[in-house]
């Protein structure tokens, strides 16, 4: 089955930017897609198809994805930006959606 | 607007199984299909399965192959999702999530927490 890694734990001041990744083979060739958690509340989809921004996320958060890598970025952190990220993708060969395992932000 | 709700939380002892239940409003429910994703204490998401909202098909997790059934109500936008056996590692926050191909879940319900416990 398809795995996707995240690092379990990524700490950044505030206003500065912070960057989340998600290896997985070639993921580079799927669309990647990124949840935000807080905590006791359910995931939200903050980013779509690599680099897209549903209505309602603000342009502080970006993504992109080539190669091995897909990128979560947020340009300018703020406090309420602390919480669990997951990238996200859909495995062709199973048809299955696969998660990685969680990055937790912490705002310094 | 688009809103998910959850059935409320459940208590069930090994073995036994469990029926949720996902209330959809906000949206033509025969458009998109419903994932279903739970998430142990302390743990990350994973992904059980999906069921179309144009029809009956489903498509689960191979862990969970034989031991779930996810179902859909159309004249109450509703949908479920039963689990059986259950062990106490299936103690879980469940979520249901609107996933027009079952490739991207998008809008997500409060969630079900369900403890297995004797």
């Known amino acids: 089955s398809y795995v996707l890694t995240q690092p379990p734990s990524v700490s950044v001041a505030p206003g500065k930017p912070a960057t989340i990744t998600c290896g997985g083979n070639n993921i580079g060739s799927k669309g990647v897609h990124w949840y935000r958690q807080k905590p006791g509340q359910a995931p939200v989809l903050v980013i779509s198809?690599?680099?897209d921004r549903p209505s309602g996320i603000p342009e502080r958060f970006s993504g992109s994805n080539s190669g091995n890598t897909a990128t979560l970025t947020i340009s300018r952190v703020e406090a309420g930006d602390e919480a669990d990220y997951y990238c996200?993708?859909?495995?062709?060969?199973?048809?299955?959606?696969?998660f990685g395992g969680g990055t937790k932000l912490t705002v310094l | 607007q688009i809103q998910l709700v959850q059935s409320g939380a459940e208590v069930k002892p090994p073995g036994a199984s469990v029926k949720l239940s996902c209330k959809t409003s906000?949206?033509?429910?025969?458009?998109?299909?419903i994932s279903w994703v739970r998430q142990a204490p302390g743990q990350g998401l994973e992904w059980m399965g999906w069921?179309?909202?144009?029809?009956?098909?489903?498509q689960y997790a191979q862990r969970f192959q034989g031991r779930v059934t996810m179902t859909r109500d159309t004249s109450t936008s509703t949908a479920y999702m039963e689990l059986r056996s259950l062990r106490s590692d299936d103690t879980a926050v469940y979520y249901c999530?609107?996933?027009?191909?079952?490739?991207?879940?998008?809008?997500w319900g409060q969630g079900t927490l369900v403890t297995v416990s004797s």
């Open positions: 198809y690599d680099s």
């Open positions: 069921i179309s909202g144009y029809n009956d098909n489903t």
């Open positions: 996200q993708v859909w495995e062709s060969s199973s048809d299955h959606v696969v």
């Open positions: 906000g949206y033509t429910f025969t458009t998109y299909g």
């Open positions: 999530a609107r996933d027009e191909a079952g490739q991207v879940p998008d809008y």
